[in-house]
């Protein structure tokens, strides 16, 4: 015996120094989509996603936010200075080069005719000279000079000036104003600064310098132009709310949780034997738990890490059923033959929760695997510490008088005797009162319903993204090609369709199609105008000419014309404008070459799959539609397992209890799993993933009420054990319900409503059970 | 040393009180072109290029209403028309129908709709962010000149005169480039409403 109790202790002691030790800095993975599998089978397809995230996931932007330009100007630059001095930021960019509008007409008026806007294109096709004419007049006509960097002269039917203005240069509705990008709405100036953090935005440690830094620019802005402020958005800023907040949560609810557990047991054994060593059980179960995960993983999940946190619920049962026992038999108590008359109930129990687990276990969703990990290790871990631990440290009888748990034990005859007299009828009713709710249940698997974003933050990037129109990252179209004139073929075809079916241009699109058109595309624009402008009759000099232009004007137009070649795509990514830009080319992939199409704007995903269908080489990759999917697969999967565990659980104890017994002992469990899928239904509430993943959790729970209630016999002997363990569920889980995540609150609701219906049910567990004995 | 003291200040009072007269005169100015809603015009542009060996001329009407923008429609040598107001340009075709535009070329468009508003309306004040207003009174004309503030404006635009008497008779735009456009309104007339064809084509769908 002590041989096994020392073996034992030494593993919890290592199970529990590792865990320990690596809790201080736990690499706590905070992206709930990094739960999620890959969604995209193909390689090419996760290099896009990969290289967008990155170009992404660093990048913080912020607007300082002003009544007046100056002031915006002024709280920018106070910004950018105090953000400079940040070692946690680089690349912090306030300035824009003052030549970048020249830039621009270097790298483009040599290929002027080659590049007309998809305007012009149209109307040179269905209207031809008119078109271009009255393009010249508009071009003299306008009444204020516009800001193109073209000089008439050089492009006098302003078709250059049409391209250029058509370019998605990212930036939305702000413009240079004095080297600083400034935009005007509603009597607000804004002034955009942008930065770059300089390691990963899910560290702790960046998440914590970045937070820093930026409180530091606020209290410099607020101390130096009191009258402006700025508003910033960046996923570093998501993923530390996150993290304070899971922190937060679990420290409370845990907490609390804890608090009410010791408080309950305390009231219930008068002794701190039994709570010391719950405590101690459910420890060696996290703490076992966290190894593990860690082992396998390499990194917790926050989902992992706060539900696992109501694995204390559930681990506490098995330590609570032994004290019970001992409470209630006074001082006529052996602990050896006391346990091995519970062993049995345990290991039932055990089983029934493992075999629930091993059902999310061998699902390919990593999160959902992490946590039945962790659970699985973790119970199996606390039932080993309840069966080793507490016959060696609370071996003695408790011969204290158990009167008031005697009016307990009454309390609970009297209920089950209410429900054995009626159970005939009172079960169909419940039954016949669950299937319309069960009928009228509804599903939602939308990707965002995992994570509720700060509202604050929330606010901020709503309002940056709408005025600088950001492509939104998650959604895009991926091109593959033989070669590069093919894959830029292959965008425009993609691109003209997207045009074709936004006729409002409510979305958006950036392509480097539109920076760089495809050789063919530029030889055919440059046929298209070339046929208009310089054909036999000089149609272009005539018309110049009765403006009144120069001579030369024209004749300069027709050089250019006559030795002008195409704008390749090498050439453009040489230079400087294309850097925001380049991580949209792919370069050569397995097979050819390869890009990505970012959008912004409102799209729907029909419009996106109509435009795209039937072109070759042409993928839309939506991670939240592909991910939703995955989690309407993964819910459908957990419901089969559900009816899986109930049916082999069935077997499993009908080995024991006979088939009635079986089928009586998991009338609990099954009506906690009915009851808050009807609720939900009657609620019009849709149900998640996460409602399905709590159920399962209940039937693990609703299956040990069952049993235990069963094995402990018609006379209540198990009533106390499963009344304190339902308390504790409810105080661990029924807690969770107030997460301000939704998943994690749909699951703690869930729970709440099962386990009180466990518990309610749990004396039909009893059926058939008196008239069993009384016969043996 | 006292004198020279005494001579800045002088200087400065003289200035910030100069940039007072300058706001007061601002205020005039607008307040008596805008006295009455409704204002209609011929106009005549002409275009003044380096690039050109005559100077280039459209004529057409104008039509400005206090409340709702400015009204540009180009007779000869050909039609086309302008809606400008606080939220851009927009040109209307022969049909009624308004071209739409990129949110870009909007943003654009905007921004330049907002000064030609003004500039046609003679409410300057809202301009003095981006440019140094320098209003001067003569016998019974005004005229403002407006240089850029922003080295990106700056960059096209060397500078703007507005002139009149009780409207806005002529504008002047002088481009970096030595670019000239001048624009002069003539048979104003006052009137207290739009005429229905006005209204319809001011009226904005969205």
């Keep these: 015996m002590p041989r096994r109790l020392f073996t034992f202790l030494a593993a919890a002691l290592v199970a529990g120094m590792i865990a320990l030790a690596a809790f201080d800095k736990l690499p706590v993975e905070t992206d709930l989509l990094a739960m999620l599998p890959a969604t995209e089978r193909s390689p090419i397809a996760e290099q896009a996603m990969s290289q967008l995230a990155r170009a992404h996931e660093r990048r913080i932007v912020l607007l300082t936010v002003a009544d007046d330009a100056a002031q915006a100007r002024a709280g920018a630059q106070v910004l950018a200075t105090t953000l400079r001095a940040s070692p946690a930021l680089q690349h912090v960019t306030l300035d824009i080069p003052p030549d970048a509008l020249d830039t621009l007409l270097t790298t483009y008026l040599p290929h002027r005719f080659g590049l007309l806007s998809a305007a012009t294109r149209a109307a040179l096709q269905q209207r031809g000279r008119d078109a271009l004419q009255e393009d010249l007049y508009r071009a003299l006509a306008s009444p204020i000079p516009t800001a193109t960097p073209v000089p008439r002269p050089l492009d006098p039917f302003g078709t250059l000036a049409g391209f250029l203005a058509d370019l998605p240069f990212a930036g939305g509705a702000f413009a240079p104003e004095d080297g600083i990008l400034m935009a005007h709405r509603d009597g607000h100036s804004y002034a955009l600064v942008s930065a770059e953090t300089v390691g990963s935005p899910h560290a702790v440690s960046t998440q914590d310098a970045v937070v820093a830094a930026l409180a530091q620019a606020r209290a410099a802005v607020q101390a130096q132009v009191p009258a402006a402020h700025f508003e910033a958005t960046g996923l570093v800023l998501y993923a530390e709310a996150a993290q304070t907040t899971a922190k937060r949560e679990m420290s409370l609810i845990g907490g609390i949780s804890l608090l009410g557990i010791t408080a309950l047991l305390l009231l219930a054994f008068r002794s701190l034997r039994p709570v010391l060593l719950g405590i101690a059980c459910i420890a060696t179960g996290v703490a076992a738990g966290i190894a593990v995960v860690l082992l396998v993983d390499g990194q917790l999940h926050l989902l992992t890490l706060v539900c696992g946190t109501s694995l204390l619920g559930i681990a506490v049962d098995y330590p609570l059923h032994y004290f019970a026992k001992r409470r209630l038999a006074g001082a006529d108590w052996h602990a050896g033959e006391a346990m091995a008359a519970m062993r049995p109930a345990l290991t039932q129990g055990l089983l029934t929760s493992l075999l629930g687990y091993s059902a999310l276990l061998a699902m390919p969703f990593p999160g959902l695997r992490q946590i039945a990990l962790f659970s699985m290790v973790g119970l199996g871990t606390a039932y080993l510490a309840t069966l080793m631990m507490l016959p060696l440290f609370a071996h003695r009888a408790d011969p204290r008088s158990t009167a008031g748990l005697d009016r307990l034990r009454q309390a609970f005859a009297t209920w089950q005797r209410f429900l054995q007299a009626r159970a005939h009828w009172l079960l169909p009713m419940a039954v016949a009162a669950c299937l319309p709710g069960a009928w009228m249940l509804t599903h939602n698997d939308d990707v965002r319903l995992l994570s509720t974003p700060d509202p604050a933050l929330a606010r901020q990037e709503a309002q940056i993204r709408e005025l600088t129109q950001l492509g939104q990252g998650s959604r895009l179209f991926l091109v593959h090609a033989r070669n590069t004139e093919q894959l830029l073929q292959r965008e425009e075809q993609l691109t003209d369709a997207l045009r074709a079916r936004d006729p409002q241009h409510a979305g958006g699109f950036t392509a480097i199609s539109s920076f760089v058109p495809s050789a063919q595309r530029q030889t055919d624009h440059r046929r298209l105008i070339g046929e208009a402008l310089f054909g036999d009759d000089q149609w272009a000099a005539h018309q110049l000419d009765e403006v009144g232009y120069r001579p030369r004007i024209a004749e300069a137009l027709s050089q250019a014309y006559q030795t002008e070649l195409n704008l390749t795509l090498d050439v453009w990514l040489k230079q400087p404008l294309s850097t925001p830009y380049r991580h949209l080319w792919l370069g050569p992939a397995e097979t050819g070459v390869a890009s990505v199409i970012t959008l912004h704007g409102s799209w729907t995903a029909d419009t996106l799959a109509a435009a795209s269908a039937d072109l070759p080489g042409v993928t839309l990759l939506d991670k939240p539609a592909a991910v939703s999917k995955l989690m309407a697969q993964y819910r459908r999967g957990m419901a089969w397992a559900l009816a899986c565990a109930i049916g082999l659980s069935l077997i499993l104890l009908s080995r024991r209890h006979g088939w009635r017994g079986a089928a009586a002992t998991l009338i609990p469990c099954v009506l906690a799993v009915g009851v808050p899928l009807a609720a939900l239904g009657y609620l019009g509430l849709p149900a998640t993933l996460f409602h399905w993943l709590a159920l399962m959790l209940v039937f693990g729970i609703g299956a040990d009420y069952g049993i235990f209630t069963r094995e402990g016999g018609p006379q209540g002997e198990a009533a106390l054990g499963v009344l304190l363990a339902a308390i504790t569920t409810v105080l661990g889980f029924g807690l969770l319900a107030f997460s301000s995540t939704p998943a994690i609150a749909s699951f703690g609701l869930t729970l709440f409503m099962g386990v009180i219906t466990a518990f309610l049910a749990s004396p039909l567990a009893l059926a058939g059970r008196s008239a069993h004995r009384s016969t043996a | ?206």
């Design chain 2, 1 to 206: 040393m006292k004198r020279r003291r005494f001579v800045l200040a002088a200087l400065l009072a003289f200035l910030s009180a100069s940039a007072h007269a300058d706001d007061a005169l601002l205020k005039e100015i607008a307040a008596r072109v805008a006295d009455s809603p409704v204002l209609r015009a011929e106009f005549s542009q002409t275009k003044t290029l380096a690039a050109m060996r005559k100077p280039f001329r459209i004529a057409g009407h104008f039509t400005y209403a206090r409340d709702a923008g400015v009204l540009w429609q180009v007779a000869s040598p050909y039609t086309v028309r302008y809606l400008i107001d606080a939220r851009g340009t927009v040109e209307i075709g022969p049909d009624g129908q308004r071209k739409a535009r990129t949110s870009r070329e909007a943003a654009g468009a905007a921004q330049a709709g907002q000064i030609m508003q003004a500039l046609l309306s003679a409410d300057l004040a809202p301009l003095q962010s981006s440019f140094v207003l320098e209003p001067v009174r003569g016998a019974d004309r005004w005229h403002v000149t407006l240089t850029p503030r922003k080295t990106e404006i700056a960059r096209h635009l060397a500078r703007i005169t507005v002139a009149g008497t009780t409207a806005v008779e002529q504008v002047d735009i002088f481009e970096a480039s030595g670019d000239h456009t001048e624009i002069r309104f003539t048979a104003i007339e006052r009137d207290t409403r739009l005429n229905d064809a006005e209204a319809a084509l001011f009226a904005r769908p969205d």
